[in-house]
Antibody, heavy 119, light 107 residues
Framework: QVTLKESGPALVKPTKTLTLTCTLS??????????VSWIRQPPGKALEWLAR???????FYTTSLKTRLTISKDNTKNQVVLKMTNMDPVDTATYYC???????????WGQGTMVIVSS | DIQMTQSPSSLSASVGDRVTITCQAS??????LNWYQQKPGKAPKLLIF???NLETGVPSRFRGSGSGTHFTFTILSLQPEDIATYYC?????????FGQGTKLDIK
């Protein structure tokens, strides 16, 4: 069974850096064609794509947050890590990781992790 | 960035009704359009990819159509378990972008 699971702090102070981890089970990050993204959703609002990392370590970011985001992976641990710097209360959201299928759709999602930014 | 405009933003319908949601892209996205269903407190679920292809296990009452910049999502006969928010998403060009969502409830 293929699953993704997000983990990270539930509460982050403004100006700090958020680090989130997505752990994959049942599939390998290193296989050709594997791509994983991070997507977030503020309470009551729409989904927003954040970043993508590919099996060959190619990385892509959303335009508005490019300077604050870093995505990386650890093939030995089968984990994808997202770092977001200079957190602000507007970054309060549920953060999801998702696999991108061969057809370029987000076909497998994690359960999401809620992050609140507050002092 | 490609803008995805969904309408309506909310919709009430009765069980058995045919429900239609539209999604307009700000530029041609060929066939790279996906639809997701999100129930409260849950992660989104892929329903349709590449405009009209049903994900495995998705009931056939869900349909997708369109081309270029204008796309339609239809539920042929609304069921109580279809109450959710629905999102379109383009994967033609990075950054990927989603519509603002359509919240569907039962009349």
């Amino acid at each position: 069974q293929v699953t993704l699971k997000e983990s990270g702090p539930a509460l982050v102070k403004p100006t700090k850096t958020l680090t989130l981890t997505c752990t994959l089970s049942g599939l390998s990050l290193s296989i050709r064609g594997m791509r994983v993204s991070w997507i977030r959703q503020p309470p009551g609002k729409a989904l927003e794509w954040l970043a993508r990392i590919d099996w060959d370590d190619d990385k892509f970011y959303t335009t508005s947050l490019k300077t604050r985001l870093t995505i990386s992976k650890d093939n030995t641990k089968n984990q994808v890590v997202l770092k977001m710097t200079n957190m602000d209360p507007v970054d309060t959201a549920t953060y999801y990781c998702a696999r991108i299928s061969f057809d370029d759709a987000f076909d497998i999602w994690g359960q999401g992790t809620m992050v609140i930014v507050s002092s | 960035d490609i803008q995805m405009t969904q309408s309506p933003s909310s919709l009430s319908a009765s069980v058995g009704d045919r429900v239609t949601i539209t999604c307009q892209a700000s530029q041609d996205i060929t066939n790279y359009l996906n639809w997701y269903q999100q129930k409260p407190g849950k992660a989104p679920k892929l329903l349709i990819f590449d405009i009209s292809n049903l994900e495995t296990g998705v009931p056939s009452r869900f349909r997708g159509s369109g081309s270029g910049t204008h796309f339609t999502f239809t539920i042929l006969s609304l069921q109580p378990e279809d109450i959710a928010t629905y999102y379109c998403q383009q994967c033609d060009t990075l950054p990927y972008t989603f519509g603002q969502g359509t919240k569907l409830d039962i009349k």
